[in-house]
């Protein structure tokens, strides 16, 4: 089991929290509209358990949509961005405008809630990757729809350690909120360990 | 003032025809064609001459960055760009290498304008 530091464990969320904040930057943009983060949670747990907890924690119980993006390089991790599936006709007309016959827009859903994860998404990751000066390959997006304890249980055993990074946004004026989630396994926790201190060590003047 | 030609390349249709609807309503004139990948980036732009070149970069089967290199080559004059999610400063820095520019998504009005503000001077 790794062990990470206090001051290990505060830098990751704070370089987290900056992603993020890039990430909620550019949904504001795709939206025109003001949106708000929690403060990222960190949890070390068994596969299986993190996908129990992300269901409890993203917003109500009903079936959510989901894009992922699966991570190399630097480090490998899962990204996941989970919204209410009854929510993304909204965020999609947000980001379309008023003027798109609504047939038309149905069809662009899926295809839009995908770039729509892809840009959260590689925003955040690319804000990790240029504060720890490295390089992080994504996928290409990968589109679901189900309830959220699914969205984990397609990659990876069960039981096998994870850590998660778990983060809410909320678009508040249209009532909106979606969820964010970092899966790593533990060869990928070492590794983004040692991002970490060198990243401490440059921020501290000592590289 | 002649109409100017545009490529825009993006596996995402709601990309491009977001990219489309920002390039229209100022040049309602130009002419605007699509490719989803690199390879057809190219093919298309060897009859096309397109005056500006528009790329996202994480693509199935050729990405930007590889058709940006082949087109560079291919057509010397023609304003290339990377437009894409992807914000890393290794991919900011290959732009750079390449010689092409760079914009990041999400696609706004003001960052298409500035995209196709050089073939408007």
Known sequence: MIRLTELELDALVEVFNIGVGQAASAMSEIVNETVAMSVPSISFLPRAAAAKLLATKSTGSGRICGISQRYSGAFQTDAILMFPEEKSRQIVRLMVGESMPLEELSQMEQEAMSEIGNILLNSCVGALANIFERELNGSLPDYHVGYSEEMLSHSGDGASMVLMLHIEFVIERQQISGDVAFIMDMSALEDLKSHVNSYLARAMGGA | ?121
Do not use: Y
Not at chain 2, 4 to 23: E, G, K, N, Y
Not at chain 2, 28 to 45: L, P, S
Not at chain 2, 68 to 78: D, K, S, Y
């Open chain 2, 1 to 121: 003032m002649k109409p100017s030609t545009v490529l825009i390349v993006d596996d995402s249709r709601v990309s491009r025809m977001l990219t489309r609807q920002h390039i229209q309503v100022r040049h309602a004139d130009w002419i605007v064609e699509e490719a989803a990948n690199g390879e057809e980036a190219i093919a298309k732009a060897k009859n096309l001459q397109p005056d500006l070149v528009l790329l996202d970069v994480n693509m199935p089967g050729m990405g930007g960055v590889e058709a940006a290199a082949a087109l560079r080559t291919m057509l010397p004059g023609c304003h290339i760009s990377l437009l894409t999610a992807n914000v890393q400063a290794a991919t900011r820095q290959r732009a750079e290498a390449l010689g092409v520019g760079f914009m990041e998504k999400p696609i706004t009005a003001e960052r298409i304008a500035q995209l196709i503000a050089p073939l408007e001077a």
